[in-house]
């Protein structure tokens, strides 16, 4: 899947949950707490494949979904450069210390599997957007 197909499909799921909780009478603190991975395993099966298996994407005590991805993160499927004789097709905007670029075959893609930078309660409290296609717009290169 590209980039762009992932994150528009995630974008739609997105809102029609926070669409959801905003109708149940949540506020910004009860959706931020809503996102907590234990509470989406059990009451939102579908938001994210690995919740079949309660498998974290990070291996973090409290991981927050509510930016999944991350605002920080860039990308560009037709690619943002070339590297030698590779093309790089994401990156990180802050060069994260816990973040990498690795190269699969001729691309070269960020990997932040060690980085929990937006899964964090604070992060998310920090950034908080309703509206997650706006707090992505960065994202898109
Ligand atoms: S943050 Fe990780 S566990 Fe949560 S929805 Fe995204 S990939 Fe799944």
């Given at each position: ?89 994401s990156y990180c ?49």
């Amino acid at each position: 899947m590209s980039y762009i197909a992932w994150f528009e499909a995630h974008a739609i799921k997105h809102k029609k949950l926070v669409a959801k909780l905003l109708e149940c009478g949540m506020d910004k603190e009860v959706i931020i707490e809503y996102f907590d991975f234990e509470n989406m395993v059990q009451h939102e099966k579908g938001f994210c494949p690995l919740y079949a298996d309660g498998q974290k994407c990070h291996d973090i005590p409290s991981l927050n979904c509510y930016f999944c991805a991350c605002p920080n993160f860039r990308f560009d499927d037709k690619g943002v450069k070339k590297i030698d004789k590779k093309t790089q097709y994401s990156y990180c905007e802050i060069d994260s210390k816990d973040g990498a670029l690795r190269v699969y075959g001729e691309a070269i893609h960020q990997d932040c599997s060690k980085c929990s930078v937006p899964h964090l309660k604070s992060y998310v409290e920090k950034n908080f957007d309703l509206d997650w296609r706006q707090a992505m717009q960065g994202c898109i290169v």
